[in-house]
């Protein structure tokens, strides 16, 4: 079946130190979305993206999504503690099947 | 306007009970959306309604769950009889469409001893 892997699992950084974390699909998906979690708290939409290597930026995060429509990757340049959580990626098929890979939490030292 | 609203936010039972957990999605939303999210699992989708209609339970994971969506203001996940392995954080989602971001609800704390 259909899977979305996530690496890394863990990322541990100093601030003001970049951040990339990346989704790999079985399959071509139609769209693929990204999701913060802070400790505690519930999953927050931040974007999607949908054309063959489209690339979208939110202030210090940059989005990329590969030309095969199988992968995606979120960056972080210079983080600060408020980038704290756990960054999930959700892929949409076709098929209309839904998701989400295992996470990346990142922390980081101040 | 009020978000995506669960309840109850924590529940504690005991096994062999029945647990029922509730959701309002966003007014207008079409779609909803139940997960699981447990430590070693992660986050797992259940079920996903569209126009109030199931289309997606393959990720039920067995008989003693069930899930309904009888208006679009309304849905309740359903276990029964509850173990102490679905002990976990229930979120429910919606969205307008699938070609813009979910909205999740704050969760359920479920614990069954």
């Known amino acids: 079946g259909q899977q979305v892997m996530q690496i890394p699992q863990y990322q541990h950084v100093q601030e003001g130190e970049d951040f990339t974390t990346y989704c790999n699909s079985s399959t071509t998906l139609s769209n693929i979305q990204w999701y913060k979690q802070r400790p505690g708290g519930h999953p927050v939409f931040l974007i999607q993206l949908v054309k063959s290597g489209e690339v979208k930026k939110q202030k210090r995060l940059t989005f990329q999504f590969g030309e095969a429509k199988k992968n995606s990757s979120l960056h972080i340049t210079a983080t600060q503690t408020t980038d704290v959580g756990t960054y999930f990626c959700a892929g949409y098929s076709s098929a209309s099947k839904i998701i989400f890979g295992s996470g990346t939490r990142l922390s980081i030292r101040p | 306007d009020a978000g995506v609203i669960q309840s109850p936010r924590h529940e504690v039972t005991e096994m062999g009970q029945e647990v029922t957990l509730r959701c309002k999605p966003i007014s207008g939303h079409d779609y909803l959306f139940w997960y699981r999210q447990t430590m070693m699992r992660g986050l797992e989708l259940l079920i996903y309604f569209n126009n109030n209609v199931p289309i997606d339970d393959s990720g039920m994971p067995e008989d003693r769950f069930s899930a309904k969506m009888p208006n679009a203001s309304f849905s309740t996940l359903k276990i029964q009889p509850s173990e102490p392995r679905d002990s976990a954080v229930y979120f429910c989602?919606?969205?307008?469409?699938?070609?813009?971001?979910?909205?999740f609800g704050p969760g359920t704390r479920l614990l069954v001893l």
């Open positions: 989602a919606s969205s307008l469409g699938t070609s813009r971001g979910q909205y």
